[in-house]
T-cell receptor, first 117, second 115 residues
Framework: ETGVTQSPTHLIKTRGQQVTLRCSSQSGHNTVSWYQQALGQGPQFIFQYYREEENGRGNFPPRFSGLQFPNYSSELNVNALELDDSALYLC????????????????FGPGTRLTVL | AQKITQTQPGMFVQEKEAVTLDCTYDTSDPSYGLFWYKQPSSGEMIFLIYQGSYDQQNATEGRYSLNFQKARKSANLVISASQLGDSAMYFCAMREGSNDYKLSFGAGTTVTVRA
């Protein structure tokens, strides 16, 4: 158990709808990263939030957006859902230190499986 | 270009034997970290082991060891004394110093442990 939780576990939406996925980070961690994992593939980085600001972004369109709250929990929002958005969405928390030392190992939650019909 | 290459889509191993999972990486950044994760059918990504580019010794964590060959840009995972619970998908991932906010994952290797 990593202490990273995600909700909901499963979600079914229709094309064009909007969805919000939630993540609670491990105690003591200040950084949350989101990944999309299509079936049979490795996870793809969506974006990372550190101190409530986006700290880096992968190759995803602007309809993928996020938030980080003062307690370091985070949301991933996807607008105008497309069929290709069907995937497992993984949240990972880590501790980013100002000194930049350490591994910044990312610890993952159980994921939210999104199906777009 | 692929940052992480895992060439073995699937492997079978007998219980109690060792198995080596291959991983090669591509980066020009002198500072990077290499990670291995295990993903059972439940979906959760479980951190196994980490190797930093400046680490002199190969990393070990219990039954997991990382065979780090920097000149070859390879970071193979060795699982010793395989157990039935080791059956899962295994992913190699890299974090580069210049883009230290993200992990780049390979396509994964499925390991099936036979009794």
């Amino acid at each position: 158990e990593t202490g990273v939780t995600q909700s909901p576990t499963h979600l079914i939406k229709t094309r064009g709808q909007q969805v919000t996925l939630r993540c609670s980070s491990q105690s003591g961690h200040n950084t949350v990263s989101w990944y999309q994992q299509a079936l049979g593939q490795g996870p793809q980085f969506i974006f990372q939030y550190y101190r409530e600001e986006e700290n880096g972004r992968g190759n995803f369109p602007p309809r993928f957006s996020g938030l980080q709250f003062p307690n370091y929990s985070s949301e991933l929002n996807v607008n105008a859902l497309e069929l290709d958005d069907s995937a497992l969405y993984l949240c990972a928390s880590s501790l980013k230190t100002l000194a930049g030392v350490g591994t910044d190992t990312q610890y993952f939650g159980p994921g939210t499986r999104l199906t777009v019909l | 270009a692929q940052k992480i290459t895992q060439t073995q889509p699937g492997m079978f191993v007998q219980e109690k034997e060792a198995v080596t999972l291959d991983c090669t990486y591509d980066t020009s950044d002198p500072s990077y970290g290499l990670f291995w994760y295990k993903q059972p059918s439940s979906g959760e990504m479980i951190f196994l082991i980490y190797q930093g580019s400046y680490d002199q010794q190969n990393a070990t964590e219990g039954r997991y060891s990382l065979n780090f060959q920097k000149a070859r840009k390879s970071a193979n995972l060795v699982i010793s004394a395989s157990q039935l619970g080791d059956s899962a998908m295994y992913f190699c991932a890299m974090r580069e110093g210049s883009n230290d906010y993200k992990l780049s994952f390979g396509a994964g290797t499925t390991v099936t442990v036979r009794a």
